[in-house]
């Protein structure tokens, strides 16, 4: 089923598991709470499967030989082989978010760290088992999707702002003070735009932000909260209404919805920029972005 007035299309829900999809498309790795399992994508015929508990699968390498995987409450970082999922490495560390691997042998990821709310952008080489702290930023605003790494870092006073994007060992920063305030939440980097919705006023003002520009402009009055881009002129959204009723669903450039459904799913990337995923629990909808 094609969504009307996109290019996006809906290809199934998948029930109890989370799971990625290799660069290829040939196959899909699927975890739950007791095993960790390949399946042939096309025909959906497992291939291989093994006991681990409680893995969550979160990226696969470019040359698909290995996955990675957090396991004990996202504390520790697990590689397996593919497709033979036998472990490799693996790696203790505090509560994670946004890892991905950025090569065939590196990760990248954000650490939560003492005094909170510190965060550590680090890169962990799990050949070598040895890890490096990139940047650390006491802020709670940190994102990433696939290989993009953005914070925003405030001044003591929480008066002044810079975005900051990583690449890799990289990074470039941006004064973002004409439109940002403390504790935004925004979306990941769309070339040089960002979607934001400022705290103030709470939070009905959806801001479409070019960083490099250092212009916005208002494209939404509702209060919609979890913006990630899924094209360059399409965004997933978030949105709860009275009664704590949730809804999300795909939104265009002009605030026009096109897509919706009840509940609050989020949006995940998978490591094959083709497809995304919008889960909430164990329950996933799963769709695929075609050619223009």
């Not at 605003?141 to 790494?149: A, H, L, P, Q, T």
């Not at 003591?156 to 990289?170: A, G, Q, S, T």
């Not at 801001?207 to 913006?227: A, G, N, P, W």
């Not at 809804?247 to 920029?273: C, Q």
Request: proline share 2%.
């Amino acid at each position: 089923m094609i969504i009307e007035n996109t290019n996006i299309e809906y290809v199934e829900h998948i029930k109890n598991c989370d799971f990625d999809i290799p660069k290829s498309g040939k196959f899909i790795v699927r975890t739950n709470n007791h095993l960790v399992w390949i399946e042939d994508f096309k025909t959906r015929e497992i291939l291989i499967h093994k006991k681990y508990r409680a893995h969550i699968i979160r990226s696969i390498t470019p040359d698909e030989k290995y996955g990675l995987f957090t396991a004990e409450g996202e504390t520790e970082l697990v590689v397996l082989s593919l497709p033979d999922l036998v472990k490799v490495s693996s790696v203790s560390v505090d509560y994670c978010q946004g890892l991905t691997f950025i090569s065939n042998d590196e990760v990248m990821f954000w650490q939560s760290a003492k005094p909170y709310p510190k965060r550590e952008l680090k890169i962990w080489n799990f050949k070598t088992n040895n890890i490096e702290t990139i940047y650390s930023v006491l802020s709670v605003n940190v994102f990433s999707v696939n290989d993009k790494f953005i914070c925003v870092e405030d001044d003591e006073k929480r008066k002044n702002h810079k975005l900051i994007v990583f690449d890799r060992r990289k990074s470039k920063s941006f004064d973002v003070n004409k439109w940002w305030c403390s504790y935004d939440d925004f979306s990941q980097l769309n070339g040089t735009k960002l979607l934001c919705t400022p705290c103030k006023n709470g939070g009905k003002t959806v801001y479409l932000c070019d960083v490099e520009k250092q212009t916005y402009e208002i494209i939404s009055r509702r209060k919609l909260s979890s913006l990630r881009w899924i094209t360059k002129d399409l965004f997933w959204f978030e949105e709860s209404g009275e009664n704590y009723d949730c809804s999300s669903g795909i939104m265009d450039l002009s605030g026009n919805v096109l897509w919706i459904t009840k509940g609050e799913y989020h949006l995940r990337n998978l490591t094959n920029d083709q497809y995304f995923n919008v889960r909430c629990c164990c329950d996933n909808f799963l769709f695929k972005i075609l050619d223009e």
